[in-house]
């Protein structure tokens, strides 16, 4: 038996133990196939006489033909060429019992069983991998429901859904685990990097805008003890040269969550969080889903803003996971 770290589909060499007899065999479907005169080599007996035993195995219905054989394509051959499953194969190898077909049937038992055991391990991990998302979203859930009864966010209730929509379809979980390619949150690499000096530029452009409106005073944006500084260099701090927050969405949920809830200005924190936050999103070509739509609107934004606004302490791990699975 050659290859031990076989793959679903892959071909695995069986020989015989004196090497008189070499069969790529197929794993595929948790079983082996092979083809008639591969059969016919494997227990060393002429073509004609295996399909006498697989005419008679089908005839008296010791296997199921329909799920035991399918035709494939193969190179050198103009017409589809049948593939037996190992039931198929056992059959025939019980129907010419000899020393070849017992040491084949501890080999294809041997190679199915290792087949099987890895799988389940592979399956176990998706499975706990899957708990661990749902048990995620739940949170996510709890927490949106929970908030949505806060009398600041009276009014927001739609987008509040909206968010939790989206969220949940960012995760597809069961259409990820059925196709058994669970995937994380895909990790961007910021370009852009937000300067404090370009900040205090927008904000100031942002405060001129809003009082020509009547929509700010004076306050607006006026620095608290230079804690926007302190933000904008905590969102690219380094632990033993390494970033704490190194990929894009990790960065701009953090921005966003901490200027909430810090309060680095005396008046405009949500107003000026939110700017910044699709700011910094635009400058990195993040902004946009690829049909041109924001992936968080102006209403959601805001929703989420309130959010934040509300949330205690211990809700910042989840809000930063709803943040940055939405534009993610």
Known sequence: MAKNNFQKG???????????????VRFEKETVWLR????????GKERSVITKHINNI??????DKKSNVQKLHIAGSDKPVAFYSLDVILAVGYRTNSARAIHFRKWATNVLKR??????????????????RLKELQSAIDFLQKKSKYQLLTGQEKEILDLLANYSKTLSLLEQYDKGRIKLVKKSKAEF???????????????????SKKE???LFGQDNEGRLAGIIKNIYQTFKGKELYPSLEEKAAHLLYFIVKDHPFIDGNKRIASFLFVYFL????????????????????????????????KDKDILIKIITNLIS
């Open 10 to 24: 892959e071909i695995v060499i069986y020989k015989t133990p004196k090497n008189e007899v070499e069969v790529e």
């Open 36 to 43: 008639q005169d591969e059969i016919a080599r494997l227990y």
């Open 58 to 63: 089908f005839r008296d219905k010791e296997v």
């Open 115 to 132: 087949y099987l055991l890895k799988g389940y391990a592979i399956n176990k991990k998706r499975l706990l991998q899957t708990r661990s």
């Open 193 to 211: 990097v937000l300067e404090y000096e370009e900040a205090k530029r927008i904000i100031k452009e942002i405060k001129k805008d809003l009082i």
């Open 216 to 218: 700010a005073s004076d």
């Open 282 to 313: 635009d400058k990195n070509n993040f902004l946009y889903k690829e049909n041109r739509e924001r992936k968080i609107n102006d209403n959601a934004l805001t929703a989420l803003t309130l959010l934040i606004a509300v949330s205690e302490p």
